[in-house]
């Protein structure tokens, strides 16, 4: 059995989750983590038998079989770019970005490369999932509802536009991503935020979200985005189609139909240690069940930030279709990440 050597970039609360399911991994070695926090990339290369490394290039020269780049979206870019220029296979957090200019860049150099890679939307793993998908072979589907209401999260760059891109682009990503995978590509979107920012120190994104979306095979849909509570209320899709209608979120699904309604229970954990299985055989050529890479994160990228661009400047936003699907929304500013730790 061969084993794969990983490499971390960013020590935070992401990167430490990948770190404990790699460890349960037989066939992966950890070796070392990469933060400019230099004591919380020891603390987790400490607790699963890996080096610190100074900084990215240092990890590359180490020799990794695969990189797992766990960073704020603020800080996406040079990172993919070095692993990029050396070959190794990556695993890029959600969102892949906090603008849609450098998701675009570094989804030229992979294909450029021909490099694999996969993107963290583990919702795609949810058996669940392709129940719904199952489902909803032969029905139409008329009409989706997303929402992602929830709290603010506890890391100081999640509440600046700049940094994090905001709710919908930070975590309601996770819906939009479903959305596209058992609905349609949406063509148009028209949102609205309420210009208010939630009570936390320097917040300047949006306190609720509302979009409305077309679909290219003539759905319609909604996505309502909150970050106003203190609990996470709720996460998933609505969906209906021709004498089916669909609740499903990460803890389960519920189907109702002529035969009445049932729930079927799913495993949040089990999608989350799917999706680094999955990347893990692909790399070591034992499996080919990467769902999401760089590529498809992109157009997920995309609905996200058209979304965001709608609700900023009040207009509807096109998205474009086809191989020609680039570069076409206005970006978020990037902000610079000198000196700012890559907790995620």
């Not at 080096?51 to 240092?58: C, K, L, N």
């Not at 929830?150 to 760059?157: E, G, I, L, M, T």
């Not at 990228?301 to 998205?319: H, I, P």
Request: with cysteine.
């Amino acid at each position: 059995m061969r084993t794969c050597r990983v490499g971390l970039v960013g020590a935070g609360g992401v990167a430490r989750r990948h770190a404990r399911v790699l460890a349960g991994f037989e066939d992966v070695e950890l070796l070392g983590v990469t933060d400019v926090a230099r004591d919380a990339a020891a603390e987790l290369a400490g607790a699963h038998g890996g080096r610190t490394f100074a900084d990215v290039d240092e990890l590359l020269a180490a020799g990794p079989d695969a990189v797992y780049v766990c960073v704020p979206p603020f800080a996406h870019g040079p990172v993919e770019e070095a692993v990029i220029a050396a070959g190794v296979p990556m695993f890029v957090e959600k969102p892949v970005a906090v603008d849609l200019d450098t998701a675009e860049r570094i989804a030229a150099l992979v294909q450029e490369k021909g490099l694999l890679t996969a993107v963290g939307h583990h919702w795609r793993y949810l058996h669940v999932v392709e129940q719904a998908r199952q489902l909803l072979a032969d029905r139409p589907v008329r009409m989706v509802n997303g929402s992602w209401l929830d709290k603010v999260p506890p890391v100081a760059w999640w509440a600046v536009r700049e940094r994090s891109g905001g709710p919908v682009v930070e975590q309601a990503a996770h819906v939009l991503d479903l959305v596209r995978s058992l609905v349609d590509e949406a063509v148009e979107v028209t949102a609205y935020g309420d210009g208010t920012p939630p009570p936390v120190d320097g917040a300047d994104i949006d306190s609720v979200t509302a979009a409305t979306l077309r679909f290219a095979g003539g759905a319609v849909g909604t996505l309502a985005a909150a970050c106003v509570l203190t609990w996470k209320h709720r996460a998933g899709l609505e969906i209906l189609a021709d004498g089916l209608a669909l609740s499903l979120a990460e803890d389960g699904l519920v189907i109702r139909d002529a035969d009445g309604e049932r729930r079927v229970e799913s495993d949040p954990d089990g999608a989350r240690v799917a999706v680094d299985r999955a990347f893990i055989d692909a790399v070591t050529g034992v499996g080919d069940d990467v769902r999401v890479p760089y590529a498809e994160a992109l157009r997920t990228q995309r609905l996200a930030l058209a979304v965001a661009e709608s609700a900023r400047t009040g207009r509807s936003v096109t998205l474009p279709t086809g191989p020609a699907a680039t570069r076409s929304l206005a970006p978020v500013p990037t902000a610079v990440t000198e000196g700012v730790s890559v907790d995620a």
